[in-house]
């Protein structure tokens, strides 16, 4: 967490000097070169932007593609982490990209599609972005009748492209699981699970397998996350019946490494599987939940029960890059999700929210430096829906559940959490949520689209059939 700084030009001074820091980390392979833009930065300076935002718009084709995806963030959550650590006048990571618009995020009824689910989950808005077809909740790249779906990953795959999917959830939870897996219940994680809720898809029945199984088979070449615990579920049928399914993953080639240190020695030339946790990797921040009748005010501190072997999910981008980055290829494709944004809203924490938006912007920024030096890449960051966390007055008589932080700059922030009872799981809304690019193809993103579209500008941007 960072010292208190006032003013908007400290402000701006600290967000330079993270950007200088982010750009000599190894994934920037080259510094940002001196751009021609500087008549265009002038004058965006003066508040004219026009210049600077039509050099942003870029056609063409990308040779990389870096989606950056926070689970649950919503421009409420954005704001408050931007409030409580920058500021109210700084600027997050993800508030530089160039060009903006809003995306719908509905579902639609399984079954039915021809009528909407106005609230989506996590696996039908994943299934959206990532096969280009509406479904219904609980859903993993099948469509309203579970038939699978192609998705961009097995496509960037099938292109001969490099494929990447970074969580800090389980790899087997949704998002990451919607670009290697096709299920009917986002709960079959493993074959235990598989063969309760999942018999169409259970290797005994003569299906794909759970979603760990698949994964494997899909097999990208960097997958990391947490979810060791259904890597240690045995195979009901075939080849591997009766063992786990971490030797699957051992026999398609993956190098397995568990700690940062061993995530920080991985090299290029095989695939890597790196496993962090039993379930989803512990929180960054930790501090006082939401309560009926609000909190005293206080400060966010960190998780004192964060393994100090975990990596942040700014090291896992980083690594990410530098195994996919491989000049003699046709390129790669890279989802990163920051996953417990949306579980802290559920549990109505503002710390561990807030902290997870933090440790996501690390790696939006790390993301950007390396596509600053790498011009042919879009970079695209986004949600999969919105959340309950609102920022109201300080003095609010909420009928919900607040808590009151104070931020770098010393002021009160008050966050209401309202769409459950008391000790009960939040609710996601159906809002339509902010997609922010930059690179080529990235001027799709503007205005208000279909969360469905982002498939076909991905797709398009990268060339992929």
């Given at each position: 967490?960072?010292?208190?700084?006032?003013?908007?030009?400290?402000?701006?001074?600290?967000?330079v000097l993270?950007a200088?820091l982010?750009a000599?980390?190894?994934v920037a392979f080259?510094?940002s070169?001196?751009s021609d833009?500087?008549a265009?930065?002038?004058a965006?300076a003066s508040?004219?932007?026009t210049q600077e935002?039509?050099?942003?718009?870029?056609?063409g084709?990308?040779r990389?593609?870096i989606?950056f995806?926070g689970?649950?963030?919503g421009?409420?959550?954005?704001?408050s982490?931007?409030?409580y650590?920058r500021?109210?006048?700084g600027?997050?990571a993800m508030?530089?990209?160039?060009?903006t618009?809003?995306?719908t995020?509905?579902?639609v009824?399984?079954?039915?599609?021809?009528?909407p689910?106005?609230?989506t989950?996590?696996?039908?808005?994943?299934?959206g972005w990532?096969?280009g077809t509406?479904t219904?909740?609980?859903a993993?790249?099948?469509d309203?009748y579970?038939?699978?779906v192609?998705t961009?990953?097995?496509?960037?795959?099938?292109?001969?492209?490099?494929?990447g999917d970074v969580?800090?959830?389980?790899?087997?939870?949704?998002t990451?699981?919607v670009?290697?897996?096709?299920v009917?219940?986002?709960?079959?994680?493993g074959?235990?699970e598989t063969?309760?809720?999942c018999a169409q898809?259970?290797k005994e029945n003569?299906g794909a397998g759970?979603?760990?199984?698949?994964?494997?088979?899909?097999?990208?070449d960097v997958l990391?996350?947490?979810?060791?615990?259904?890597?240690?579920?045995?195979?009901t049928a075939?080849?591997f019946?009766?063992?786990?399914?971490?030797?699957q993953?051992?026999?398609?080639?993956?190098?397995v490494v568990t700690t940062s240190?061993d995530?920080?020695?991985a090299?290029?030339?095989?695939?890597l599987?790196g496993?962090?946790?039993?379930?989803?990797l512990p929180?960054?921040?930790?501090g006082p939940?939401?309560v009926?009748?609000g909190?005293?005010?206080s400060r966010c501190?960190p998780n004192p029960?964060?393994?100090k072997?975990?990596p942040?999910?700014?090291e896992?981008?980083?690594?990410?890059?530098?195994?996919?980055?491989?000049?003699?290829g046709?390129?790669f494709?890279l989802?990163v999700?920051?996953?417990?944004?949306d579980?802290?809203?559920h549990?109505a924490?503002?710390?561990?929210q807030?902290?997870?938006?933090?440790?996501?912007?690390?790696a939006v920024?790390a993301g950007l430096?390396y596509?600053?030096s790498?011009a042919?890449?879009?970079v695209v960051v986004?949600?999969d829906h919105?959340?309950?966390s609102?920022?109201?007055s300080n003095?609010?008589k909420?009928p919900?559940?607040?808590?009151?932080?104070?931020?770098?700059?010393?002021?009160?922030?008050?966050?209401n959490?309202g769409?459950a009872l008391?000790?009960?799981?939040?609710?996601?809304t159906?809002t339509?949520v902010?997609?922010a690019?930059y690179g080529p193809?990235a001027a799709?993103?503007?205005?208000?689209t279909?969360?469905t579209d982002?498939?076909?500008?991905?797709?398009?941007?990268l060339?992929?059939r």
């Open positions: 967490m960072r010292t208190v700084l006032t003013g908007r030009r400290k402000w701006v001074t600290a967000g993270g200088a982010v000599a980390a190894p080259a510094a070169p001196e833009d500087s265009a930065r002038a965006a508040g004219d932007r935002v039509r050099q942003a718009i870029q056609g084709a990308a990389n593609v989606l995806i689970d649950g963030m421009q409420s959550e954005i704001t982490a931007r409030n650590e500021g109210a006048a600027r997050l508030d530089e990209l160039p060009l618009g809003d995306y995020t509905y579902a009824e399984k079954g039915n599609p021809a009528k689910d106005y609230v989950d996590s696996a039908a808005s994943g299934t990532a096969t509406k219904y909740n609980g993993i790249s099948v309203a579970g038939n699978p192609p961009l990953l097995e496509l960037a795959k099938r292109g001969g492209l490099r494929t969580t800090t959830s389980e790899v087997q939870d949704a990451p699981a670009l290697g897996a096709h009917v219940d986002r709960d079959c994680k074959p235990d063969t309760k809720k898809n259970a003569g759970s979603i760990s199984e698949q994964l494997v088979q899909t097999r990208p990391l996350g947490g979810g060791a615990k259904y890597f240690d579920q045995k195979a075939g080849q019946k009766g063992k786990p399914v971490l030797d993953a051992k026999a398609a080639g993956y190098d240190d995530l920080a020695k090299r290029p030339g095989k695939p599987l496993l962090f946790a039993p379930g989803n929180v960054n921040w930790v939940k939401a009926q009748g909190t005293a005010p501190t029960a964060l393994p072997t975990q942040k999910l700014a896992q981008t980083r690594k990410a890059l530098q195994l996919l980055d491989d000049r003699r046709k390129g494709f989802q999700e920051g996953a417990s944004i579980k802290q809203d549990a924490d503002p710390c561990g807030i902290g997870e938006t933090i440790d996501f912007d690390a920024a430096a596509a600053r790498h042919d890449t879009l986004t949600a919105g959340h309950t609102q920022i109201v003095d609010a909420s919900g559940q607040t808590a009151t932080l104070v931020t770098n700059e010393g002021a009160n922030m008050t966050l959490y769409t008391p000790g009960s799981s939040m609710e996601h159906g339509q902010r997609i690019a193809q799709n993103v503007v205005g208000l279909n969360q982002l498939f076909g500008t991905v797709k398009r941007a060339r992929l």
